[in-house]
């Protein structure tokens, strides 16, 4: 098991409250004090681990009061789910982007591990070249209407 960083235990301190409460509120200098981090290091987790591709909502305020809001996106159904997420598809999806929503499939059990891995694997940036976002796109247009069906 490899060597855990300040990021990944940041990650995990809040996942632990949304997994007790559903809902993290916190304060970026008291989260960066629990750390020992710089409050800009909390601004990084949360923006690269908890985006909304990744089923996260998050609310931010700044100044004296200020908070940050983080809460998992829930579905009354895996339908719902799917129908969400094929009407905010654009017409390009970053390699990045895709890896959320694959890791998100994966995470609602629409999808085994190997099937996010085969998927992951071919539609990388190196295997669909130049037109790789809007291929991608309509990739995930189909695969997300097919786990629709299944249903």
């Known amino acids: 098991m ?6 990944d235990s940041i990650e995990e301190y809040i996942k632990a409250i949304l997994a007790q409460s559903g809902i993290a509120e916190l304060k970026r200098s008291e989260l960066a004090d629990v750390f020992q981090v710089v409050p800009s290091q909390i601004n990084y987790v949360i923006k ?9 909502i998050v609310e931010s305020k700044r100044g004296g009061g200020g908070y940050i809001r983080i809460g998992k996106v829930t579905f009354s159904n895996k339908h719902q789910m799917l129908c969400d997420l094929l009407d905010n598809l654009g017409e390009r999806i970053s390699q990045q982007v895709f890896a959320d929503l694959i890791q998100l499939l994966f995470d609602e059990n629409l999808m085994t591990e190997r099937e996010g891995n085969l998927f992951l694997a071919t539609t990388s940036d190196q295997v669909l070249g130049q037109d790789a976002p809007y291929l991608r796109a309509n990739i995930l247009r189909k695969l997300l209407q097919q786990l629709d069906r299944k249903g």
């Open 2 to 7: 490899g060597i855990k960083n300040t990021s």
């Open 48 to 56: 690269t681990r908890f985006t909304e591709s990744r089923g996260y």
